[in-house]
């Protein structure tokens, strides 16, 4: 399984949205997590939204607010993920939008979105998390790039200053594949340093 996430960024660029869109066919099961995107409704929206333009492209979805039947609750500084429920939901469709909304006692808190797909990744088969720069368009994902160490990034951090905030997100999701739209399915050449 797939794990995808969109950062604040990559939710407020449109050809971005468009492409991952048009390009998620035939990607198998597979959850995308979206950050917060200012409040609370506004990141409902966006999951929606999400979910509305992938039904527009016959896309099979199911989109999930975090504290939506406590998928996502935060215990003790510790994230918490309903498991069996998105596996049983994963069971009708090819894809979860979810964004990192959860609870905390009865209370909607915004979560970490590090801290909840680290915990995705523990307690889901994720073979692969994806991110996506902040410039699609960057020669930084003219092919995908798999990052399985720090020594992975840092000859790019001089090289691509400008996507700084995600090499930083990367370094903290080791491993990952930093990736365009267009060249995130295995079809296509993944650059190993």
């Given at each position: 399984?797939?794990?995808?996430?969109?950062?604040?960024?990559?939710?407020?660029?449109?050809?971005?949205?468009?492409?991952?869109?048009?390009?998620?066919?035939?990607?198998?099961?597979?959850?995308?997590?979206?950050?917060?995107?200012?409040?609370?409704?506004?990141?409902?929206?966006?999951?929606?939204?999400?979910?509305?333009?992938?039904?527009?492209?016959?896309?099979?979805?199911?989109?999930?607010?975090?504290?939506?039947?406590?998928?996502?609750?935060?215990?003790?500084?510790?994230?918490?993920?309903?498991?069996?429920?998105?596996?049983?939901?994963?069971?009708?469709?090819?894809?979860?939008?979810?964004?990192p909304l959860g609870l905390q006692g009865d209370t909607i808190t915004q979560?970490?979105?590090?801290?909840?797909?680290?915990?995705?990744?523990?307690?889901?088969?994720?073979?692969?998390?994806?991110?996506?720069?902040?410039?699609?368009?960057?020669?930084?994902?003219?092919?995908?790039?798999?990052?399985?160490?720090?020594?992975?990034?840092?000859?790019?951090?001089?090289?691509?200053?400008?996507?700084?905030?995600?090499?930083?997100?990367a370094e903290k999701m080791l491993p990952v594949v930093l990736a365009a739209?267009?060249?995130?399915?295995?079809?296509?050449?993944?650059?190993?340093?």
């Open positions: 399984m797939k794990l995808f996430f969109l950062s604040a960024d990559n939710l407020r660029n449109g050809p971005l949205i468009k492409d991952l869109v048009y390009n998620y066919k035939k990607l198998g099961k597979s959850i995308i997590l979206h950050d917060h995107f200012g409040s609370v409704a506004d990141t409902r929206f966006v999951t929606k939204r999400i979910s509305a333009l992938m039904s527009e492209e016959m896309i099979v979805n199911n989109a999930f607010s975090g504290d939506q039947r406590s998928i996502l609750s935060l215990v003790d500084g510790h994230v918490l993920v309903r498991v069996e429920f998105l596996k049983e939901a994963l069971h009708n469709v090819d894809l979860i939008i979810l964004n979560l970490d979105p590090a801290q909840v797909l680290a915990q995705l990744r523990r307690d889901l088969d994720i073979t692969d998390i994806y991110i996506f720069p902040k410039n699609v368009r960057s020669p930084l994902v003219a092919q995908r790039r798999y990052f399985a160490t720090t020594q992975d990034i840092a000859p790019l951090r001089d090289a691509y200053e400008e996507e700084s905030t995600v090499l930083d997100f739209p267009g060249n995130f399915k295995p079809s296509g050449h993944l650059v190993v340093p």
